[in-house]
């Protein structure tokens, strides 16, 4: 059988990488390298890093996709290697955060500000710079999950100009609308005043430079995401959903605006919330409480990889109303589920570093 290039690139399309589910060819990591020399065939996959944990078993896949689709004869020959990080231009607002990732959910209920609190903490854990922006205006919830509801950040001048100090826990710098309103105060407020209160949020603290700036956003779509994409440069958006299948019709929503084409947005992976119950008194049981593996499916389907599963546990509760996340004890069954996810997060977003361009603010306009 004669050999050529695009032989060898339909060969290629049968291999997926584990990290995003998508085939070689489509995720771009075939060189343009591919030499043909009788049966002789090399080429250079490309990688995020040097030291991915899929290289091996990907070129593998490779050659043998290659003697299985192309030609049983072939002499392959695959050179890994790492692909040479797209610079990350930095936002003008922010410039020394390294990665802004909005926490998102389609509808409420599902434990999204939970997940935030917690991504957070283990990051910070991890050894990470972390900061916190509370950005549910009508439901701030992170001065409570952090045990700080009593602080009142205060102005400090930086750069010739007064900005905010954020209250700081458990490693984790934090802001939240939370701070400068009473607690039990509805905050009644109509959406351009919310969007105006958010950008005073991003635009006037003293985020300084941490590694990632996490954001807990408002169940659904509204004024607050487009606020949000319109202000900030999203490294990109991790959904929450719970199994059941009313979460993920609207977690379907949430991807489709965060990856339309006027916000366009990455999506980094999906958070399975409230995954299964584990009674405390026996901890290898498990209950399918709102169904089972339905984030699972959704990755299937959309092609965004599934970062953790989160079983619901009685101390999740308890430790979000006591102000001590239960990702600061990693000896337990969530807080090593949480460990493993901010491991995820890491992994994704340096890959999406190393694959995307940075994010554009969008100049999507209100409705």
């Not at 635009?203 to 606020?227: C, N, R, S």
């Not at 299948?245 to 991807?255: G, H, S, T």
């Not at 493993?340 to 340096?350: D, I, K, N, Y």
């Amino acid at each position: 059988m004669n050999l050529y290039p695009k032989l060898i690139l339909d060969a290629l399309t049968k291999v997926r990488y584990p990290g995003t589910g998508k085939n070689l060819v489509e995720a771009g990591m075939v060189d343009d390298d591919i030499r043909i020399d009788g049966s002789r065939v090399s080429f250079t996959l490309l990688f995020a890093r040097a030291n991915d944990p899929f290289i091996r078993s990907v070129v593998r896949a490779a050659e043998a996709a290659v003697r299985t689709y192309a030609s049983p004869d072939a002499d392959v020959h695959v050179t890994p290697a790492a692909r040479p990080a797209v610079p990350k231009e930095p936002d003008a607002l922010l410039p020394q955060v390294k990665h802004i990732i909005a926490v998102a959910s389609g509808k409420g209920g599902v434990g999204k500000s939970t997940v935030a609190a917690n991504l957070a903490v283990a990051l910070s854990a991890a050894g990470y710079g972390v900061g916190l922006l509370d950005a549910d205006i009508f439901g701030p919830s992170q001065p409570k999950m952090f045990g700080i509801e009593d602080a009142r950040p205060e102005l400090t001048a930086v750069d010739g100009r007064d900005v905010i100090r954020p209250a700081e826990n458990y490693g984790v710098k934090v802001l939240s609308i939370g701070f400068f309103v009473d607690p039990g105060d509805a905050v009644v407020w109509r959406g351009a005043m919310a969007s105006n209160a958010l950008k005073q949020l991003i635009g006037e603290t003293a985020w300084g430079a941490p590694d990632y700036l996490i954001v807990d956003l408002p169940p659904g779509t509204g004024d607050i995401h487009l606020t949000l994409v319109q202000t900030l440069a999203l490294t990109g958006v991790v959904v929450v959903s719970t199994p059941q299948e009313v979460a993920l019709a609207d977690a379907r929503k949430a991807i489709s605006m965060f990856t339309g084409e006027k916000i366009n947005v990455p999506i980094l992976g999906l958070i399975e919330n409230m995954a299964w119950f584990t009674p405390a008194e026996m901890p290898d049981s498990r209950y399918y409480l709102f169904g089972r593996d339905g984030c699972r499916r959704l990755a299937a389907e959309t092609g965004i990889p599934l970062l953790g599963q989160i079983p619901i546990v009685q101390s999740i509760c308890e430790s979000g109303d006591s102000g001590a996340p239960v990702a600061l004890h990693p000896e337990t069954v969530t807080g090593a589920a949480f460990r493993a996810l901010a491991a995820q997060v890491v992994e994704r977003t340096a890959f999406r570093d190393a694959h995307l361009a940075p994010t554009q603010r969008t100049a999507v306009g209100h409705a």
